[in-house]
């Protein structure tokens, strides 16, 4: 019974998602020029997808792995260090760099670095708190804050006209999306899934805890490790792919929670990327049609992202 309404939930939730692809592909368009309107706005369609998509599997992840729902991988540094990567190589190599101007060389940094240094810190983090989360929030508010210290520190030495071209690279937008980096992004995504499936089949005993976890046979702290490699890709890729999005795995990843009070992560997290669909696309019909590219689609998501954030620390007090 209780299947049936999560299936008839999500259901409607992917129906409503096609319903807005296809008013997102079609709204205002002059069939005359059809071709040029879907190859402008495919790209950023599939990047909506893609962020989508990796934002709500990581956060429910990561919500999992840390068992409390006001946490996501953004609220700890994530976003900080990606400004930290691109600001200290507009720094050393100057914007102009191609380093910086070629999207997949640029894109390919931003995976590596931001992978190690997050799986390298994070990894030692939790464990060194024993998954405590008041202690993850604190060192995770100390490193976010370390990040962009620094980050404004370099600013300060980088030439004006460098630093309006390194600005509109840190702004989340789908103004201008990459191809290739789209491609690239799935050849990741897919790889990552692969890699960690049996991982992320062990979610569902996962979130018992871990004295639970090892006396059903599960290997806690190396999964762990692995699953938290596989939220910092994911979030890797959304974030070199589209800019920093702070709060967006957190509006829907609790929506999907919500929606889906299950254990069962199968419908958590397409729960979760299908809502994250809904969101991005519905922001950027009105960013396009309704405000006429005067803003960007992160002022939004982080203004009712931050009223949402404050709603679920009172309403759970902070727990």
Do not use: W
Not at 129 to 145: D, E, F, P, Q, R
Not at 171 to 200: C, P, Q, T, W, Y
Request: glycine letters at 6%; proline letters at 1%.
């Amino acid at each position: 019974m209780i299947k049936t309404i999560y299936a008839k939930k999500m259901l409607i939730i992917a129906i409503l998602t096609l319903i807005l692809i296809l008013v997102y592909q079609f709204i205002f368009v002059d069939m005359d020029f059809l071709y040029y309107a879907m190859y402008i706005r495919t790209p950023k369609l599939i990047a909506m997808i893609i962020a989508s998509f990796c934002i709500g599997c990581a956060s429910i992840v990561f919500q999992s792995i840390i068992n409390n729902r006001i946490v996501t991988p953004c609220l700890l540094g994530m976003n900080a260090l990606y400004i930290l990567v691109h600001t200290s190589i507009a720094f050393v190599f100057g914007v102009s760099s191609v380093f910086l101007s070629n999207k997949n060389i640029s894109f390919t940094i931003d995976i590596v670095l931001m992978s190690f240094v997050s799986t390298t810190v994070y990894s030692f983090l939790f464990r060194k708190t024993k998954y405590n989360i008041l202690y993850v929030l604190l060192s995770g508010t100390v490193m976010a804050t370390l990040f962009r210290s620094i980050s404004n520190t370099l600013i300060r030495t980088i030439d004006p006209n460098e630093y309006d071209v390194l600005q509109a690279s840190l702004i989340a937008g789908f103004s201008d999306v990459n191809s290739d980096i789209i491609l690239m992004s799935v050849i990741i995504i897919i790889f990552v899934i692969f890699i960690f499936r049996k991982e992320i089949k062990l979610l569902d005993v996962i979130t018992l805890g871990k004295n639970q976890s090892i006396n059903l046979g599960v290997d806690y702290d190396k999964t762990i490790s692995k699953l938290l490699l596989g939220v910092t890709l994911f979030i890797t890729v959304a974030t070199a792919l589209v800019g920093p999005i702070s709060f967006l795995g957190l509006i829907i990843a609790n929506l999907s929670r919500e929606l889906f009070k299950t254990y069962r992560h199968s419908y958590l997290m397409m729960g979760s990327f299908l809502i994250g669909v809904i969101v991005l696309i519905f922001g950027q019909i009105l960013i396009e049609h309704v405000f006429s590219f005067n803003t960007v689609i992160s002022v939004f998501i982080n203004l009712f992202g931050g009223i949402y954030f404050l709603y679920l620390i009172l309403k759970n007090k902070g727990m």
